[in-house]
Structures are given as structure tokens and as C-alpha cells.
């Protein structure tokens, strides 16, 4: 019968172990718990998650909850083990120290430690269960959370703090999406992550990056003889097609095949045909956001424009499809294009047209040549060396071993790339 009141004490201490444990993972649980996915659920009608999001709307009577009770627990088991130790041994000092390490190390092993990894390894379900029993121990102690709370405000007023301003740490910017979309690994399929992240993207480049430069531009010239314009008509593989008069600079509009087509192949065809269904030239200035000209190309209902720069020189033409191809990747076969096709050789290099673009060459060969200057391997070779280089001349640049191999009419035609040896080592 003696033995009684000391078998309850340990039982009651054991209890409120349990109980301290079960706040610190509540504690753990609700901080680590994805908002995100809360608000998903409770989307779903899932009630523990609408109740979580409530309480995380309001931490400091949330923490404020926790830790009272917490704290009350952990002060009663300190002092139910003093009880004990007095019961068991006396007011022997050494014996209050030991007790006191015995207490400690209890509560850091199965009252904070472990209760915190479990909450922290499962929060999100966690937090839609214990959020019932957060929220009705929050109204029966709401007097003495606010009253606590009272003197914690005043503390962080004196500090210059300002608890308000936590809630913008849980709106995520731009590059924060960015990396969730990375990361979100069999969440999301690859080609649909590699959209996303080419949206992100298309804010931080200009249609100077995705234009087809001038030197590759097909255009209807109308000095050329009438018969060279029809068979140009009948066999481009483009839909509108820029007509300008003897110089490139010199656009006098934009000409829709499929309108002139039939028109084309009668006898009294002639370029005055041309200029009465030609369009207006819209010029796009270089410097403009892709993400901006997608949208003004809805707004003007325009599928393609002229990029200029800051002189009124034409250097290229950017499509609606050109920008769609850089969300999407390639989809179109109706051009008989094979730089879509790049891909290094069995020897380790591969041979790309001077005019490439250095952008899809970085993406589809997994290079990383600068992009900040020069938009084609064609302007990199030139301002890398300040001059036009001849054939055969060698460089590297960025660790990316590069091969002139043809020079035509002042520019680089052809140009041989080798895998760096970083690249090859990973293959």
C-alpha cells in the first residue's frame, strides 16, 4: 500500500511526458506544415485543414496556446521528479542533481526531440489533426493567451518589430515558384515543368532573343523580275512573307500567301497585284520583353513584326509562333529547318550555321555560352576576337572549344563546336 502514491507519481509522469511530447509535435507540425497544400485540402472539404489555416492566420495565439501548456507540463513533471527524488532519497543535494539531469534528459528524448522530428516528417497530415484539439484548448484559454500576449507585443514593439510583416514570408516570389516548379519532380511531368519554367522566363528575354536575325529572312523583293516573285510565291514555305524594295531596310509591307496565291499563277499577274493586298509593317523595338509582345500581338491581333533597334535598323522578325516555340519547344514541321535537329556527333562535335541562335544552342547541345551580348554564334566569334576571324581559326569560349569553318560576305557561315570536356564526362 506505501508503494501506491509512488507508482501514480511515475504514471503521472509518464503521462505528462506523453502530454508535452504531444504539444512540442503539434508545436513542430503546424509551423512545417505546407499552407499550400492546406489550402488544398481544405478546398476539398477536409475540415482539420480549414481549422489549421485558421490557426496559422493568427501565430501568435497559436504559439501562445502551445507553449503555455507546454510549459505548465514541463514545470509539473520537473516538479513531480523533485517530488519523487525527496520521497524516494530525501533533501540529499546530489540527489536533486541527478533527478534534475534525469528530468532533462527525458524531456529532450521523448518530450522535444523526438515528438519534433515526427511533427517536422509529417506535418502536413499532422497539422489536420491536431488542429481540432488546438482550436477548442485556444477558446477555453483565450483570456490568458491574450493576456499573455499583451506583454509579448509590448516586448517586440521595443524591439522595432512588427509581427504584421511575417505574413509576406508566406507569398512566394517569382524565382521561389520558379524553384518549386524545379523541384516538384513526379508531381509535375517534365514537359510540363519545362513550360512552366519557360514562363518564368520569358520576362528576362527580348524578342532580339527568339527573332529570326536579317541575314535569314525570306522576303519578296520587288525589283526582282515578276516571273522570280510567283515561282518565290509558289514555293515559300512561309504564310506571310515581308516585301520590301531593293534594300531590307526598305519595307513596303507584309504579304499573306495563301491570299495571293491563285492570284499569282494568272497570266496578268503583276507586282501592282502585290502592293494592293500588302499589310502594314508592325515594328516591334528590340528590346522588348517576349512575355509584353505575346500580349501585344493578341491586343493588335498581329502575328508578326519587324524587330528594329534604336536607329530604325531592321535585324530580324520575330512570329506569334516563334515565341509559342519558346514556351512549348518546337512544334511546327511546315519549314525544313534541321537546326531543330542539332545534336553532337559521335566524335563529340557537331556543325551549326553561324546564324544559330546562341540561346538554342545552350538548350539543346547543354552548353553554357554567354547570352548577355551577342544573340548568334556568328556575333559571339566577332566581338570575342574584334574582327571577322578566317577559316580554320580556333577558339574557346567559356570552356566551349568553337571551329570556324566558313566565312562568307563579312560573316561567319559555318563553325564546327566541340563537347566540352565537362559535358563529355557526364555522358
Known sequence: MNDSPLVARIVALAVL???????????????AANRYRLRSLAANGSKGAALALDLLAKTDRLLGVILLFNNLINAAAAMLVSVITIELFGEEEWALGVATMLVTFLILVFSEITPKVIGANHADRLASVVSYALTFLLKATS?????????????????GLNPSDDNDRHRLAPEELRALVIESGQYIPQKHRSILVNLFELEDISVEDVMTPRSSIEGIDLADPIDAIKHQIA????????????????????????????????????????????????????????????????????RLGLVVDEYGELLGLVTLEDIIEELIGKFTTSTPDSTDRV??????????????????????????????????????????LQEIPETGLSVKIDDVPIEVIQTQDRMVRTVRIFMPKATSNEN
Open 143 to 159: 483570456f490568458v493567451v491574450s493576456f499573455v500576449n499583451i506583454f509579448v507585443f509590448g516586448l517586440l514593439k521595443l524591439l
Open 235 to 302: 514555293t515559300s514555305y512561309h504564310t506571310r512573307l515581308p516585301v520590301f524594295s531593293e534594300e531590307m531596310d526598305d519595307i513596303v509591307g507584309i504579304l499573306h500567301l495563301r491570299r495571293m496565291l491563285g492570284r499569282a499563277m494568272g497570266a496578268d499577274f503583276d507586282k501592282d497585284d502585290i502592293k494592293a493586298v500588302l499589310q502594314d509593317p508592325y515594328f516591334i523595338p528590340s528590346n522588348t520583353p517576349v512575355f509584353s509582345q505575346l500580349r501585344f500581338f493578341q491586343e493588335n491581333r498581329q
Open 17 to 31: 511526458l506523453v502530454l508535452s511530447g504531444a504539444f512540442s509535435m503539434a508545436e513542430t507540425a503546424m509551423m
Open 343 to 384: 545534336g553532337w556527333d559521335a566524335d563529340g562535335t557537331v556543325l551549326v550555321d553561324g546564324s544559330h541562335a546562341i540561346r538554342d544552342l545552350n538548350r539543346k547541345l547543354g552548353l553554357n555560352l554567354p547570352v548577355d551580348g551577342p544573340k548568334t554564334i556568328n556575333g559571339l566569334l566577332i566581338e570575342h
